[in-house]
């Protein structure tokens, strides 16, 4: 079992910037992907960012060149750097682990609310 722990969420202005931190409690080396999510009431969760093992990143096109995703592997953390927020933003942001082998297991932390007002 992994405890996901998101932090640094809260409410900031249009074009503010928000730093959330993921604190896994085992080595994030174990994992072959960490990533975050967001979800807003009545929508699907989407993916924000997410990271590999080999440093590879993906970005969802709505937060290329405003958000950044990083790991520091000597805290076991994962980062989202969001910069220039906009109101549409505003969600529950997840992180989530995934490992590939021996079998695909997924964990989700609790969720961070970050709110951005116009």
């Known amino acids: 079992q992994v405890q996901l722990a998101e932090s640094g969420g809260g409410l900031v202005q249009a074009g503010g910037s928000l730093r959330l931190s993921c604190a896994a409690s085992?080595?994030?080396?174990?994992?072959?992907?960490m990533g975050w999510y967001r979800q807003t009431p009545g929508k699907q969760r989407e993916l924000v960012a997410s990271?590999?093992?080999?440093?590879?990143?993906n970005y969802a096109d709505s937060v290329k060149g405003r958000f950044t995703i990083s790991k520091d592997h000597a805290k076991n953390t994962v980062y989202l750097q969001m910069n220039s927020l906009k109101p549409e933003d505003t969600a529950v942001y997840y992180c989530?682990?995934?490992?590939?082998?021996?079998?695909?297991?997924?964990?989700w932390g609790q969720g961070t609310q970050v709110t951005v007002s116009s």
């Open positions: 989530k682990s995934l490992t590939i082998w021996p079998q695909v297991t997924e964990f």
């Open positions: 085992r080595s994030i080396f174990s994992f072959n992907t």
């Open positions: 990271i590999t093992n080999a440093e590879s990143t």
